[in-house]
């Protein structure tokens, strides 16, 4: 159940038609918005927007609910907001229960209403790149579908940027270099599609084609901070274009007409992943793909957001449709948006070459473990994370396992493992999930940015076409009741076991050595039930766990560890030297202004999550990410050591 913001008595239904009515009538003409960048090196964004108007009174609005973002957006983005008409400067009220909503009265003779909008951008933007999302700059009428109202946009950005963006140029072609003030104007589209179609710049810009082949054309724009991490090498290029391949052999239909990764390099401008239909907003570090190690954490990104474009943005759940970005989203299906697509980009990383077999199947491992080790599944359901999703969203991380995080992602990458595999075996390895997603996000054929809705309902008959089976009880099992252990059954069928050893693997030592830079921290979650920073601050505490049951907690920082200064290697001694059942792990805990000594009582040494492979059984793991199409060029050879 939900309940809508908006209250019968605050917008009475007639004066809702009247304003419906009348901006239905104006909105022939499109709204004209130019978004000028040319500050984002002060973080600072600029629009003007001339809306087509006539005399009377008229809402205006910016989103609320963006697609992608599970969550409010929150109605800050816009830092100022001045209206003119005639050369005069207009009053108006913001709506007192709608914050997103700004009333004005247009006065007689008036046709065209002038915004000038200022922003304060917080992120994707450094001194030498941005990443424009529309809704830090955008206005239209309220109460309106926003796929009914057209718009026309243009940019401006820094002399010398170039421009990545699904949008199309007016000229045609692609987009030249602008001079000093250029304006680079676009095809006139409406606001749903606006919203859907970020603007990436940046000085030291490239745009790739991808896979020539593969039709309609794929480029990955890449703006970067220094120069030479723009160069992306060979092998990237060459995995991202099997990335398209791959997705094209898998999906077999296609809901753009051109696609765009838009890819940032930058330590400032801070990590991201949104989907969009015909593009998607993509962040790393800047060094994220200058090397193997760099490119391992975030190796299923491009390929995450690519998947969305079908799953997700071309079919999504009736309840994450919002026709005026103002109706709240319903997450209850979010473990289909997201929990498939997790499955999808890892398995498609892994097709692609982005990441190696034995790097999936280390990060498989990493995910079961971690999720069996989320004390919150005792009273939560994974349904519940994702219909809290909007909560869950950016909260304190501080005993995240015990209240459960958005699980629905990763408890949803081994639900569809295990749908995968269970075709698999009950079909004898003739089919498999590819089969049903042929079915299910391929409805329709090839189409334009399209939204198609679906329910639960769809998704069990399309499973069923597949291969008959209680597709209604399996998923209801696995997602809607409280399992306090993680479903294995997937790596199970899949020819492998979920193991601990006491050293970690080659992928967990190469995100380690990834994230070193940034001073990584120590992870002894499946021993003493303890993430710590590098400087020992404690980022948290498994609930019930070894470290929990001597007192320490989320927030405090371990100084000293059996009489040494905090490390990460003295800590990792202490539990081995632990596995004596007559040595205690002793440590010096500061919490707040105070520090005390608790001791640790756990001996079985380290553990690290690992698959093994079970002989003799169907390895359907190995099937599931075998290439389906042939490499035009095979990536460079992996280094699988952190060494
Ligand atoms: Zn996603």
Redesign the pocket.
Known sequence: MFRLKRCAAHFPALLLTAIGVSIASAQKAPIDITADLSDAPRKLFHADIDFPVSAGPLVLTSPEWIP?HHMPGGPAGLTSVVFTANGMTLEWQRDDVDMYEYHLTIPPGVTTLHARVESIATRRVSQRLAALEWEALMLYPAHVPVKEIPIQPSVKVPAGWGIGTALKPVSGGSYPIPSAGAVTKFEATNVEQLEDSPILTGLYFHEYPLAPTVSPKHFLDVAADAPDDANLRPAVLAEAANLVREADALYASHHYSEYHFLLTLSDVAGGM???HGQSSDNGVGEKGYADDVHQLPEADLLS??F??SWN?KYRRPAGLHQPDFAMPMHGALLWV??GM??YW?DVLAARSGLKTADQYKDGVAMVAADLDYTRGRDWRSTQDTAVAASVLRGGNPAWSNWKRSQDY?FEGELLWLDADTLIRKMTDNKKSLNDFVKIFLAKGGNTGPLIVTYTFDELVQDLNQVAPYDWGKFLHDRVDRINPRVDVAGLEQGGYKLVYHDKPTKSERMIQAAEGRRGAGIDCWYSIGLRLGADGAIADVLWNGPADKAGLAPGEKVMAVNDKVYSADALREAIREAKDPSKAIRVIVQADSFVSTMQIDYHDGERYPALERVEGTPAYLDDIIKPMTTPEKAPEQKKDSAE
């Open positions: 992608g992943g949104l989907e995450h957001e998947t969305h997700g948006y997201e697509t997790q980009g992602y």
